[in-house]
């Protein structure tokens, strides 16, 4: 199995080649590591590594004008590998794609990024977009 960590070059060129006006939704699906795996060997869980990369990212995040919209703990996998599970799930929301392309090139965010990398042992990051309003499951 690969531990989809960070975008590969070819994805990023992909997201980058994409509208940056539209305001998108990041889906986050998270699973940590048991132990997060430090240059400097410090020992603490990945979900408390996690829990410092969310905090030091905040007010980036937040000043480019991003904001959780919705956070969950998944439970059972109805449809899909049922070897796959997350530890969290949540949906970020960004005024549009140049905010995040912002965020994950802000010198600061770079540096604290690495309490992320310690953290998770697999991810999927997917950029959504909205759909117009309807009243089924299509629209």
Do not use: C
Not at 111 to 123: E, F, G, I, M, N
Request: proline residues 6%; without cysteine; charged residues 25%.
């Amino acid at each position: 199995m690969t531990d989809h960590l960070d975008p590969t070059r070819a994805q990023f060129e992909v997201f980058k080649n994409l509208p940056r006006n539209p305001p998108i939704m990041m889906l986050n699906l998270i699973r940590f590591k048991a132990q997060a795996s430090y240059e400097d060997g410090r020992e603490i869980s990945g979900r408390v590594a996690y829990e410092i990369y969310g905090e030091q990212s905040a007010p980036i995040f937040s000043k480019l004008g991003g904001e959780i919209i919705w956070r969950g703990e998944p439970q059972s996998v109805l449809i899909g590998p049922q070897d796959e599970h997350w530890d969290m799930a949540f949906i970020a929301r960004y005024p549009n794609a140049s905010a995040f392309l912002a965020m994950v090139t802000d010198p600061d965010y770079k540096l604290l990024v690495k309490h992320r990398q310690a953290a998770v042992a697999d991810s999927r990051l997917i950029r959504m977009g909205d759909l117009a309003s309807g009243s089924g499951f299509a629209g």
